[in-house]
């Protein structure tokens, strides 16, 4: 019996080290995150509105357009995913609805927030959270929401209340999220390698995790070693892949504006373009349901048919 996205991230949660993953945005994204080697993936609702909306993460994209991407990169790879569940859309009964949708699509788990509604993207200006009792049954609802499934999709718990409030409030309400039974921890824009430190130290048993946003967020960006030798678990990279796509996209269009094509050393061959997206998984697997009748290209390029 094949291995649960859930129980394959939990088993990455319990092995040593630290583990790094990309955030993708959509099933091409994602594929290329498996390819690379990388063992689970991110999805990242900033890159998710930015591709599919051309809009920025503040709220707009709806809870249904968030749902169908993620269910299109779940369906693309074999790798764990965790969805960025935003702030559970709603109240304590949103989130559950969340987690249950989640659970359907074959998310591995789940970050939740506690910012109001709408929401302001991380490591930006203006985030706003909900009261400290809010935030905790966000949490507590997801969970139940969990056991009344009978899945073991884990959960993030997210606050964004170091930007919003106070370092000291950030730990407060991780420490909350974890006596209500959150499986990682998060506290976003956290600022600086003293403070990483000290939400490494509550709740010790529960796994920390580490959003490092790349191209000037608030959160010092540490290596691998340091992340592992502070206490970290798990580590984020939520741009890395949009921002390399948009330069790349202007680079190209730069030149194409003035006739020049890129470069075969900056582009992948056409084959290799094909394989990547599965056309040589998708003739591998066509073969299988060849007839007799079928058409076949001959080596000239003219079809011949297959009952000579």
Known sequence: MAESPAKALRRILASPGVHLGPSCFNALSAKLVERAGFDYCFTSGFSISAARLGLPDVGLISYGEMLDQGRQIIQAVSIPIIADGDNGYGNAMNVKRTIRDAIRAGYAGIFLEDQVSPKACGHTRGRKVVPRDEAVMR??????????????????????????????????????????????????????????????????????????????????????????????????????????????????????????????????????????????????????????????????????SGNK
């Open 139 to 304: 949490i507590k609802a997801a969970i139940d929401a969990r056991k009344e499934s009978g899945s073991d999709i884990v959960i993030v718990a997210r606050t964004d209340s170091r930007q919003a409030i106070s370092f000291e409030e950030s730990l407060w309400r991780s420490q909350a999220f974890a006596d209500v039974g959150a499986d990682v921890l998060l506290i976003d824009a956290i600022a600086s390698r003293e403070e990483m430190k000290a939400f490494c130290e509550i709740a010790p048993s529960v796994p920390k995790m580490a959003n490092l946003l790349e191209g000037g967020g608030k959160t010092p960006l540490l290596s691998p070693t340091e992340l592992e030798d502070i206490g970290f678990k798990i580590a984020a990279y939520p741009l890395s892949l949009m921002a390399v796509s948009i330069r790349a996209m202007q680079n190209a269009l730069t030149g194409l504006k003035v006739g020049q094509i890129p470069s075969n050393g900056t582009i992948p061959s056409f084959e290799e373009i094909k394989d990547i997206v599965g056309f040589n998984s998708y003739y591998d697997e066509e073969k299988r349901y060849a007839t007799s009748t079928d058409q076949v290209p001959a080596q000239n390029g003219i079809f011949s």
